[in-house]
Nanobody, 116 residues
Framework: QVQLVESGGGLVQPGGSLKLSCTAS????????MGWYRQAPGKQRELVAT???????NYSDNVRGRFTISRDNFKDTVYLQMSSLKPEDTAVYYC??????????WGQGTQVTVSS
């Protein structure tokens, strides 16, 4: 059974930084894409950033230049370094992994609140 454990969310002031982590466990299969999505109250879940196993990156326009996604293939872990945070970045952030063979999975979500 695949499990995704997220950490690193919290409360931060505008202009501050946070780093999210997500580790996948419970499968010996290889992960193709790892990524982060977010959902603000009353809004649909949206893409934040993804990274392929080979390192190809994709960012939403809202976060490009402020957020950096990275991964450790040996640890099946994906990171999201968030800088210059804005109140509109407030949301629940979800980790997503896509395996080559067994499909995709979601984490439980971690709250990020940007407020003074």
């Amino acid at each position: 059974q695949v499990q995704l454990v997220e950490s690193g969310g919290g409360l931060v002031q505008p202009g501050g930084s946070l780093k999210l982590s997500c580790t996948a466990s419970g499968s010996s299969y290889t992960i193709y894409v790892m990524g982060w999505y977010r959902q603000a109250p009353g809004k649909q879940r949206e893409l934040v950033a993804t990274i392929t196993r080979g390192g190809r990156l994709n960012y939403s326009d809202n976060v490009r230049g402020r957020f950096t996604i990275s991964r450790d293939n040996f640890k099946d872990t994906v990171y999201l370094q968030m800088s210059s945070l804005k109140p509109e970045d407030t949301a629940v952030y979800y980790c997503n992994v896509q395996y080559y063979t067994i499909g995709g999975y979601w984490g439980q979500g971690t709250q990020v609140t940007v407020s003074s």
